[in-house]
């Protein structure tokens, strides 16, 4: 059966991750969102992944001594890992497989160019992203590229980052498998990340836009700095425009490369304001739809905002459930009794049970709404 093996992505939601990985789970419910586009594409399923490993015994003894390994052990999780990366992109794709992932490649166009993406089932998780953790490989053009660029994806589940990564998080690398997004790949303007809380501050009610020009590489490897847009309530509330110097676009028969932006654009903004404020807008129909803030990774080519990650932010401090959208000023118990550890279920029981006013979790913590009583001027003071 080769249906397994590959899925389209608009058959896909949340449920199935394990199936599919959290990256394409979630292009597969962004692509159900009224006004969302995400580009056309499949995902390789982890059965896929799963039946390459079984073609290398070895590598089960390999996971053995990687398991064992000191996270802080640098050179031995590298020649490891390499090691494992090797043998699996040596592994010949069977060909009942090979057929099933080229006969999806003819429905997006059998020359098209493509972007081919690690989806491993720890991936994108409300506590950790894992987020640049395997690889992407964009503009991959024709069959043989595409197969080719898919088994490096496998492999990419043993870059020494992800290994040490997992090690630190306590996960099981035998746990993780790895499923593969193949989409159309999207030649645009500009691209870039919008973050639907703002990461330093924490807001919830302004979102962050970075954005820069060409393909996002640019932005996510650091080899430029972004203009920064912040957008609350329907308009730019903030704005920083950089001088962005180079660019990341892809070439005619495949691959990407660095270019140099001229002179007088370098420090023209990546994006208005208006077009600012409408991905916002895209924005907050994905957050509402994912219930928590989110990171998101979008291009904007001739045709409007394509979105090709989501992912929650997973380094805001979590708020307590409140019910309604209004503002609310909470006061942490435990740090008013010099108690700043995260507390037990049961003593988080007992305090709710006994305490005199309404006490409200979130992180292991307790806190108090204190928001009617400084409302108040009897009671501000």
Known sequence: MTEQYVWDLNEIDETQV????????????????DGIRVPAGFCVTTDAFRRI?????????????????DPDDREAIRTLSAQIRRTIEEIAVPDDLAAAITRALARLGEQAACAVRSSATAEDLPTASFAGQQDTYLNVVGPTAVLQHVSRCWASLFTERAVTYRRRNGIDHRTVHMAVVVQRMVFPHASGILFTADPVTGNRKVATVDAGFGLGEALVSGLVNPDVFKVRDGEVVAKEIAAKERAVQALADGGTR???????RQEQPALTDAQAVRLVQLGRRIEAHFGRPQDIEWCLADDGFQIVQSRPVTTLFPVPEAGDAE???????????????????????????????????????????????????????
């Open 18 to 33: 394990a199936v599919v990985g959290g990256k394409a789970a979630h292009l597969g419910a962004l692509s159900r969102i």
């Open 53 to 69: 490993m079984a073609e290398a015994p070895s590598l089960d003894e390999r996971l053995d001594r990687l398991s064992r390994v």
């Open 258 to 264: 660095e270019v140099a932006i001229e002179a007088q």
């Open 327 to 381: 503002n609310h000023v909470y006061v942490s118990v435990g740090h008013q009794q010099m108690m700043t550890d995260a507390m037990k279920p049961l003593g988080l029981s007992v305090w709710q049970l006994t305490a005199m006013v309404p006490m409200h979790t979130a992180g292991g913590r307790l806190f108090v709404d204190v928001t009617r009583r400084l409302a108040a001027p009897a009671s501000r003071a």
